[in-house]
């Protein structure tokens, strides 16, 4: 791919448009959307329709047409998501940018999602968690991590879905970092299918590298969902985690040929620790 330094202003530009975009919206939402909350507060499951229908329709516009118009990226490949055997499922994917679960969210049926302990100090996150099925896990504390097992459970015993990135934390190298086996936990004690899910894109956005904030060239995503994976018998929440974990990787070793990712999976890179159970 070749990589045109006389367009990098305009992918600036761009980005920056976006980044921008994002605030305003929040922006908006602050000033419109909560003097309507507070009305709809006396109504509670109107409230949830409308905060549930308005984040779904904020992420697609966002990710499936107002950053790829601006040539933040393009989505080259959207598979494998089939609506009739991947509802009522715990979708558990990679995790490389900030993106990567505002992409799925416009995406997947209505899901609750489970999020760092620190996300929940920001007013918005605060209200998906009491309104929405945004779930706050601890894993430095055995109550919380109950409390996040027994509301998970609660989700998909409701029909819904769960989503997970079980890293717990963005890649800073293209290793897929060892899984957390929280969501393999809620799968086998829920008896529901987990569905592997790539998210990839030939060059970092919004990660933890150098330059992923305004990148030097338009990027391509891939999305794609593997096939379900049932518990086998017998096998204990890290076995199910270590082997849903070999597809994954392999399948992201694959897609990251001929990128960016390649060369930083043969540097390698220590896992991060942190504090989220995902």
């Not at 989505?75 to 558990?92: L, P, T």
């Not at 620190?118 to 894993?139: M, W």
């Not at 043969?266 to 995902?278: F, I, L, M, Y």
Request: hydrophobic share 45%.
């Amino acid at each position: 791919m070749v990589r045109s330094s006389f367009l990098y202003p305009l992918r600036v530009l761009g980005a920056g448009i976006g980044y921008t975009s994002y605030f305003v919206a929040a922006v908006v939402f602050l000033c419109l959307g909560v003097p309507l909350l507070l009305i709809l507060a006396l109504r509670p499951g109107l409230m949830r329709r409308y905060m549930y229908r308005t984040l779904k329709a904020y992420t697609f516009f966002l990710t499936r047409i107002w950053l790829p118009l601006l040539q933040v990226y393009s989505i080259a490949e959207i598979s494998g998501f089939d609506k009739r055997s991947m509802n009522n499922v715990i979708f558990v994917a990679n995790h490389r940018g900030r993106l990567d679960a505002l992409l799925l969210l416009s995406m997947v049926p209505e899901s609750g999602v489970l999020i760092k302990p620190k996300y929940t100090r920001i007013p918005i996150y605060s209200a998906f968690v009491k309104y929405l099925d945004f779930v706050r896990a601890d894993s430095g504390s055995p109550a919380s991590l109950a409390a996040s097992l027994a509301r998970c459970k609660a989700i998909l015993g409701q029909g819904k879905n769960l989503l997970v990135f079980p890293e717990g934390t963005r890649a800073k190298s293209g290793k897929l970092q060892e899984f957390k086996d929280f969501s393999f936990k809620v799968a086998l004690e829920s008896e529901r299918p987990v569905v592997p899910v790539i998210i990839h894109s030939d060059y970092p956005f919004m990660a933890r590298t150098p330059q992923s904030i305004f990148p030097r060239y338009r990027l391509r995503y891939t999305i794609r969902f593997l096939p379900p994976c049932a518990a086998q018998d017998n096998e204990r929440p890290a076995q199910f985690a270590d082997r849903v974990h070999a597809l994954m990787a392999k399948t992201l070793t694959d897609l990251d040929i001929g990128t960016y990712w390649a060369s930083r999976s043969v540097r390698g890179g220590k896992p991060e620790k942190d504090s989220t159970a995902s």
